[in-house]
């Protein structure tokens, strides 16, 4: 009996083995910068972050909801990096481009020089395949040399093309595109305040 007991082990890995690779192969997503035109140039120097997300969301799986009261964690479509910086990245990224300075960077934990620094508070991040990314998000913009800020609301939903994930992922970058030109206007108020 006890003879017979490698080769039970080794058909248990087998099998193991068998249902491991049948197993569909992750994918991974990026948020990206959308096109826009480039402003004039500038000097301004803007930090992003902190930027928070909401706990249901803050893992590397995507989570879609897929009806009323209900989501999914889908183990194999993945964020590449957390969430929260990927967001930070690309508005950061956008206001680049939109404010005309290369001077934007994200919020670390040393406290970096800057004119302007923003705060993102994202309140809703919902990913409904074949339909929407819906974006609910509260920023601040705060001038750093006397405090002096404005806080605004980005809530809007961005329809996707098909089904797909890539699509899905190309909705959110849309959204995020408009959020970061919301908080391009904000810095640009809050720069002509101060002459």
């Given amino acids: 009996m006890l003879r017979n007991a490698p080769y039970a082990a080794l058909l248990a890995l087998a099998a ?33 972050g902190p930027v928070s997300i909401p706990a249901l969301v803050d893992m590397p799986q995507m989570v879609v ?39 934007v960077s994200q919020f670390q934990a040393l406290n970096a020089p800057s004119d302007y620094r923003v705060a993102i508070e994202v309140q809703t991040f919902e990913s409904v395949p074949g339909e ?4 609910n998000a509260v920023w601040t913009v705060r001038r750093t040399k006397d405090g002096k800020s404005q806080t605004g609301r980005t809530k809007l939903r961005e329809a996707a ?14 959204a995020l595109a408009r959020m970061s030109q919301d908080i391009a206007d904000a810095v640009r108020a809050l720069e002509r305040s101060a002459t």
């Fill in 161 to 174: 093309s098909d089904k797909g994930y890539d699509a899905l992922v190309a909705a959110h970058s849309r």
């Fill in 132 to 135: 929407a990314a819906t974006l």
């Fill in 65 to 103: 909801s897929t009806g009323p009261n209900q989501i999914q964690i889908d183990e194999y479509h993945r964020w590449a990096s957390p969430l929260a910086s990927d967001i930070s990245r690309v508005v950061a990224e956008n206001l680049v481009t939109m404010l005309g300075t290369p001077r």
């Fill in 16 to 48: 193991l083995a068998a249902g491991c690779s049948s197993s569909p192969p992750s994918s991974f997503y990026t948020l990206s910068r959308t096109e826009a035109a480039a402003a004039a140039a500038s000097e301004l120097s803007v930090v992003v």
